[in-house]
Structure formats: C-alpha cells, structure tokens
C-alpha cells in the first residue's frame, strides 16, 4: 500500500533578511519555496501590487525609493497559500547641505553655521575643518565661532563620516562634505609680492603678484607703484590697479623697485616692496659648426665661439662631457670678454690644439675625436654649443692583452678590438697560414664584426668544441683606406696568471695606502684574485733623523699580506702614522699565482702633531725653556709673540725658529735666547708672513741679522710683547721640519725664571735606577775591603791555631758569642733595594763557607751567623756602618771562625 504526504507551501526569503544593499549597485530577491504538490511559481507584491513571478526579483541601480518591505507568496491548491515579507534596506553615504555657500560677519560677533547630513546608516562622526588650518577641529553640526577676527576668515568644510556594510561587500567608510565661506569683514592687512626676488631676463614676460594677510573684506583693490621714494600719499602716481602687474617684454629699462597695497572701504594696507632685475642670459653671437673631420697630424688646429650675457657668462670647454683642464697640456684656451652698455658682457673664446703633450707641439692625434662643447654660464641660466670632431686615422688596437686561454672542449673567443675612421674590414689567419679563416660549415669557426658607432670596432673569432690542434697564434688584419695592421693573439690553455706591472701609491692617509696597479694577463680565469705583501721599512735619512727611532720603526719587518680581492685600486688599512713601508702585489688564481710585481716604497702621513709639554720664557734674560715628550717625528719649534699688543693691530708675530734634538725613548729640554727686537714692515704693510725667522738664539733657526743699515728710516722697530718686562706674551707650536705648514696646537709660555733644568729632561724612572744603581755599586766595593780585611785576620791567626787546640778546654769566646742570636734585620723604611740585598747575600755567603771551615776543626762545631743588618735612607743615601744617611746600617756582629767585624 503506497501513501502519498501533501502540505502547504512554506516560503523562505533572502539571501539575507533584512538584505542591505548600497545605493545604485543591484538587489536580488530571492523566494525559496517547499511545497507538495509543487508550486509552479510564485507571487511577488509590494505594498499590495503584483511586481513579479519570479523566483529571483532582481532590481537594477537601486535607489531609497526601493526601500521598503516585498512579500513573496505561493500556492500549491491546497486552499492555503504561504508567504514571508522581505525588508530591503538602501544604503548610501553621507549627503552634507548648508544653507549658504557664504557667511558674512562683522568683526566681534558670534556665529552659527548649520550642517545638515542626511545618510543611512546615520553618520558616526559630524565635524568642521579648516582650509589651510589643519589644527583646526571642531565637532558637532552647528559651529560656533564667538568674536570673529579677520584671521577666523576663510572656507568651513562640514565633514560626515558613516560606516556601510552592504550584502556580499566588506565594510567601508563613507566621507561626505561641504563647504562655508565666512567672510569677515576687516580691511587689508600687509601686503606680498610674488615673486619677492624677480629675475627675467631680457625679451621675456614677467607677472607680479600682489597679496595680502589678513586679505580684507570687503574685496580690495591693488594698486602699483613704481620707484617710491618715502611714504605712499594721496599724490602718488599709480602705475596700475589690479592684483597682478604684467611686463609683456622685459627689457633693461624694467629694472628698478617697485610696490604695491591693498585698499577697500575700511582703510588701506602695509605697502610691499620688490626689486626687478634684468638679465641677460648667455646667447651665442658664434656657434661651432655641429660636424668637423680632420686627419691626424692636421696642425695649428682651432675653433672659436661667442657669447654675450649679463651678468658676465664664464667659459669652459668640455671634451666628450668632461672639463679640459690645462694639466693635460693639450689644448691652450684664449678668453677675451668685452664689457658693453648697460651691463651686457661679450665672452670671446677660443679653443687651440696646442700643448706639450702633441707631436711637435701642435699636431692632431687620433684621441682628438670626440664631442666638444663650449659651455657658457652665468647667474640666469646656461648655453651651450657643440662639435662632433672625427679624425682619420690608421687602425690602433685597443684589446689589452695578446693572448686568451681556454681549456680543450671550451668554445674559445679570439677578440681583436680597433679604433679606426674610415671604417675597417677584418681578416683572421692562423699561424704560418696566409689564407684567411673563413665561416666553416660544420660549424668550427664562426666570425662577428661589432662597432659601437663611435669609431670603435670589434671582430670575435669564435671556435668551438676547442681541440689541440686549435692552440697557436691568431693574427687580426685589420684595413682601412690610411694603412694595414696586423695584431698577433696566442690561443693557449689557462694557467696561472701573469704578474702585476707598475705598481703605485694614487693615495696616502695616516693609516692606509691606496695602491693601483696594472694587472697582467690573468691566465683565462676572470676570477683571479690580488695580494699585496706589505713591510716596514727604514725611513729615508732626509725624513728620518732621529738616531733612537731607527730601532723602533724597524722592530717588525715581516712581510705581511692584504687580500685586496679583486679590487683595483685597493685601499691597504691598519698601517701606522709617519712609518715607511715596502709594497708589492701578485695574483693567484686556481691554477696557481703569479711572481710579485716591482716593490714600491711609500711613508704614511702624519696624524696628528703633539703640543709641547712646557714652555717657560724668563723676560729678565729672555730665555725660553721647550719641554717635548717623546716623538719620532723630526720636528721644529715655532716661537712667537704678539705685536703691539695695546692697539688695535696687536697680532702674532714669528719671531724664532728652534731646531731640535728629540727623542723616541722619553722627553727633551731645549733652552735658546730671543733676541728683543725685530725689523718690521712699514705702516700698513700687513701682517708677517708666518715663518720669517727673527734674530739669532740657540736654536740656528734665525736668519741672522739684518742686513740694512741701522739708521734706514723706511724701517719701524715694532715692540714685541716679549720685551715687555710687565705683561710679555709668548707662545710656541711644533712643526714639521720638512712641511713647516702642518703644525700641532700651540702652547702658552708661563712667564718668569725658567725653572726647567736640563737635568729634568731625565724621566723619574730613569733618575731612580741611576741613583740605585751607584748605591749597588758602592756597598759591593765596601764588601770586597771587607773580605780582603778577613783574609789579612785569617793569615794572622793560622800561626797560632796549636795554641788554641790546647786551650779549647777552656771556654771560648767565639762559642760564646755563637749562643747569643744573630742580629735582626731591618728593612728600610724608604726604598726597598732588592740589588742591594743579593748583592749582601752573596757576599756573606762567601764568608759562612770560609767560617763553617774553621768552625768544624778539632771536632769543635760553631754555627755561623747568617743575619746582617742592611740600612737604606729614605732619600737618596745609603747607611753603611753606624750614622749614615740618618740610620744604623751593618752592626758590629763579630763573625764565627774569625774575628773578623764589619766596622
């Protein structure tokens, strides 16, 4: 038994409920619908009005008018229909109205200004903004302005801000706005001229510009004036009214001052004021002509232009886009300007093929061609004319090496690169061959010709799947209409590379050296690689003459080695100020390295000279003291003084130079006389010229004395202030002695007696070891009489020693003082001198073997003393016995197996 279930139409709606839709995009309503039996279609009304059938109702462009609710309803003819409402919402952004487009308001008062934003959703940010004030914020939708100034004037935008999110759309931001003119009435304020510093030049138009802040409202007037002298007056001629004065056609005549103001019916404005001046840019009276061909060796060779300008235009000559400069010793330039009427400039110039570097002084030469170009200039502007300049020539080769390397199966490139005008053919021949190569067909050899249309050419003999058979020497024949050549180019296998040739310094600093060099043939392998050995070396005598430097600049004279990479120049770091250093440069590559290139010796500048450590001037007998730490640098003193200190031309003037004796092991002390006067220059002769060496002194640095005569009355003797016994001045710099123009800082003398012996030359360390070492040397020669005084003692008592075995019984007086204990030893209480005490150690140990002899015979054992007691003053002197140098130095201890005492 079958059963068949039927119900009613249930509608559904969408795609969404409610579907939001932004403005002038489009809608699709859509009715789903389960029923049984089936509907055939549905029915779709708005407002009780039939608008479709449709499952899908599509609406194009929608606008606010399509929002609102659609109903969808169907039926199946089961006596009950179904149907469900569909709310469709418009979006659109925000529509921002004011009132008026304009708002006029008397200063002082307050105003209101409405902003109307209509919108779906609402807005949810209403504010105001300023033009040109970007600080200015203002929210809410009436703005509100309480005691407007002129300043307050200028255009209001009203600025709304909603947030749409439409059906199938990401959510954005909508911005609309309008705009307010408030307009507060107030005259002009000061006035502006644009441009404020106008140049035209001679034949062009010019427009000014007049302005004014606050602008004024009422509009304003403006009016020009031209060449006012004073305030502006009713009676002032006007030269125009308007905003802008125009000058069509500027001439010379135009230049001159001119002004302007604004002016409506609440007063006038500050006057503006600008100065219009006419120049002339550089224009050619004679240009070069644009092509020119010349054979080389063409003498006397000269071309000329012209130009006229204001201000005065300057002249360069420029070969291919780079200045000629006369250190080429090539071309000579010849410049004529001619000053004409109302500051107008003619600039004559003329270029001549002409220098030391040509054949014969005059000649043409195959790198003349190229692109030349006069080139004038001034303050407006610039003007050029130029020539392209071919010479004919024979063909020069330009390839660098002659020979490549490839390895057997390599595809070889054989490249042969010429200059030549006219243009040349190629021909390539192998070996003893004269027929030439030709394209093969199989393929073996192929053959291209380049040229990079500057009278460059380039021919590529290509051989492929390269075999033994292909090694040899090539020959490029190159022919034009002048001459033939033939360029020899060895095909080879790759090896290692050749060594570098002339090596050079192109640059020297404190700490580095830029070397260049050129590099040889690098085997075939362009990654070759480039090394440079680098050593101390001896400085040369003329810069070296510092006698104790000599071991310090060459205490490591290792070779040690830079990896420049593949870099050409390459820039040597970590090197050390004033040192000499030995260079040279080899390649390596893969299959091995080339031999080292040509040596080169270059010395590292100087980094930094020091300042005296001291300087001392006694003005009772005009003596300078110099105290200069420890350098290598060869150096000098530059001393001077001030000159007419109590005037206005007080300056400094040299007024010695001391040569010096320095040191690279500690400081020096140089003393030398100034002498008190000095020959001057007449009145307004200027200052001194720095380093004309004045009178004689200890130094040898002067220039001795002057040769004219005494009473020649063209000569002043100005007052130096050293001679000034009350306040003198003096100070002193160290320079270089073979560069006295780089110099170190100076010092200032401390005035009164010099107080810098020589003797304090000595460093503090050296001062003590030579003091300790002549206390050493005293004590050991008061040991050696010692011991030899015991030796006399000793002899003396051997006559007697049965004697004393037969009175051993008897209680000795040795032994005795062998009970009592050894003196204490005090150390000083000054310096400790360690030398002093071995040197003590040794000898009384000399003594206890001596004494430990006797103390064993006849079976009587003695224990030799060991204890000395050693006194070293705290100053300078040294305590040898009892009250020298202010302490008890060696006691009166008898020693065992003689009776020997230190005294």
């Known amino acids: 038994m079958v059963s068949c279930r039927k119900y009613f139409p249930r509608v559904d709606v969408g795609p969404e409920n409610p579907l939001r839709v932004e403005r002038d995009r489009t809608a699709k309503l859509e009715c789903n619908v389960d029923a049984k039996p089936k509907v055939p279609n549905v029915r779709w009304t708005r407002d009780g009005r039939f608008i479709s059938s449709s499952l899908v109702y599509t609406i194009n462009r929608v606008s606010a008018q399509d929002a609102g609710k659609y109903t969808c309803s169907a039926d199946n003819g089961l006596g009950k229909s179904g149907e469900s409402v569909l709310i469709l919402d418009i979006l659109y952004p925000p529509t921002v109205v004011i009132e008026s487009k304009t708002r006029e308001a008397e200063e002082g008062e307050t105003v209101n200004i409405r902003c109307n934003v209509t919108s779906n959703p609402a807005p949810i940010t209403i504010e105001w903004l300023k033009e040109g004030s970007p600080e200015f914020r203002y929210s809410g939708e009436v703005l509100t302005l ?21 059906y199938g759309q990401e959510r954005s931001e909508r911005v609309g706005n309008s705009t307010v003119a408030l307009l507060v009435r107030h ?113 006397d060779y000269a071309v000329t232009c012209s130009a006229k300008g204001k201000p005065a235009p300057s002249i360069r000559w420029l070969k291919d886009g780079v200045e000629i400069l006369p250190e080429l010793n090539l071309y000579e330039v010849k410049t004529n300007p001619d000053q004409g009427p109302n500051g107008m400039v003619t600039v004559q110039s003329m270029l001549k093929f002409r220098g030391k570097a040509r054949p014969n002084g005059n000649q043409l030469v195959p790198g003349d061609r190229g692109l030349y170009t006069c080139l004038y200039e001034n303050e407006v502007n610039s003007a050029n004319s130029s020539m392209q300049l071919r010479i004919e020539h024979e063909p020069i080769v330009l390839h660098q090496y ?59 003999l290509r051989i492929n799947s390269l075999t033994h058979a292909d090694y040899g020497e090539y020959t490029c024949r190159v022919v034009n209409s002048l001459d033939t050549i033939r360029a020899p180019i060895r095909l080879q296998q790759k090896g290692p590379p050749e060594k570098p040739t002339n090596t050079r310094a192109v640059d020297v600093g404190p700490n580095y050296v830029t070397l260049s060099w050129d590099p040889g043939f690098d085997g075939g392998l362009s990654n070759t690689k480039f090394f440079v050995s680098y050593r101390r070396v001896p400085m040369p005598r003329e810069e070296q003459l510092i006698p104790d430097c000599a071991t310090i600049a060459t205490s490591n004279t290792d070779w040690l080695e830079f990896d420049c990479q593949r870099e050409n120049p390459c820039k040597v770091t970590a090197l050390d100020q004033h040192q000499s250093y030995a260079f040279k440069v080899n390649a390596l590559n893969t299959k091995g390295k080339s031999p080292y290139s040509n040596e080169i010796m270059t010395t590292t500048k100087v980094s930094k000279i020091p300042p005296p450590l001291h300087v001392t001037y006694d003005p009772n007998t005009h003596t300078l003291g110099i105290n200069v730490g420890a350098t290598c640098l060869s150096l000098v003193a530059i001393v001077e003084s001030m000159v007419n200190m109590d005037t206005p031309m007080a300056q400094w003037e040299v007024v010695d130079t001391v040569n010096l004796q320095l040191s690279g092991n500690g400081p020096t002390f140089k003393e030398t006389v100034i002498d008190r006067q000095i ?9 001194s010229l720095g380093h004309n060496h004045i009178g ?55 005035i009164g007696r010099t107080y810098i012996a020589e003797a304090s030359a000595l460093a503090t360390p050296t001062l003590i070891a030579i003091i300790v070492s002549c206390i050493v040397f005293a004590l050991f020669v008061g040991l050696l009489l010692m011991f030899c005084r015991c030796k006399r003692n000793q002899s003396k008592k051997s006559a007697a020693a049965k004697d ?46 001596k004494s430990a002899l006797y103390a064993t015979q006849n079976g009587y054992s003695y224990h030799p003393s060991s204890g000395v007691g050693v006194g070293v003053g705290g100053g300078v002197g040294v305590g040898v016995g009892v009250g020298v140098g202010g302490m008890q130095g060696l006691t009166g201890h008898t020693l065992p197996g003689n009776e020997c005492k230190f005294v």
């Not at 019916?265 to 070069?288: D, M």
């Not at 390539?428 to 380049?450: A, C, K, R, V």
């Not at 005090?826 to 040794?842: C, F, I, Q, R, V």
């Open 146 to 166: 309480s005691s407007v100034r002129a300043e307050h004037a200028g255009n209001y935008i009203c600025r709304a801000v909603n947030l749409m999110e439409s």
């Open 696 to 750: 004689g002194g200890h130094g040898d640095g002067g220039l001795g004395d002057s040769d004219d005569d005494d009473d020649d009355e063209s000569v002043d003797m100005n007052t130096l202030a050293l001679e000034d016994d009350n306040k003198p001045t003096v100070r002193v710099k160290l320079c270089l002695r073979s560069n006295q123009e780089h110099c170190g800082k100076h010092t200032n003398a401390e």
């Open 679 to 687: 020959p001057a220059y007449r009145s307004g002769g200027g200052r």
């Open 187 to 299: 005259r002009p304020g000061q006035a502006f001229i644009t441009p404020n510093k106008p140049i035209v030049h001679v034949g062009n138009g010019v427009t000014l510009t007049c302005s004014a802040n606050p602008p004024g409202w009422p509009v304003p007037q403006y009016r020009w004036f031209r060449d006012m002298d004073g305030e502006y007056s009713s009676t002032q001629k006007i030269l125009a009214q308007g905003p802008q004065y125009s000058i069509p056609k500027a001439h010379l005549g135009n230049e001159g001052k001119y002004h302007c103001h604004a002016v409506n019916e609440l007063g006038n404005g500050q006057i503006a004021t600008i100065v219009l001046e006419i120049h002339q840019p550089p224009q050619f009276l004679a240009k070069l002509q644009q092509h020119m061909t010349r054979r080389v060796a063409d003498t």
């Open 804 to 849: 004393y075995e037969m009175d051993s019984v008897r209680p000795s007086i040795v032994a005795a003082q062998q009970s009592q204990p050894p003196p204490p030893y005090y150390p000083a209480s000054g310096l400790d001198n360690k030398a002093l005490e071995h040197s003590m150690d040794l000898a009384l140990g000399m003594e206890d073997q």
């Open 402 to 460: 002659n020979k490549v390397a490839f390895d057997i199966r390599e595809t070889a490139e054989v490249v042969c690169k010429v200059q030549a005008y006219p243009k040349p053919e190629f021909q390539w021949q192998f070996g003893n061959n004269p027929s030439p190569l030709t394209m093969s067909s199989d393929g073996h050899y192929e053959i291209s010709t380049t040229t990079d249309n500057n009278d460059i050419y380039t021919s590529v």
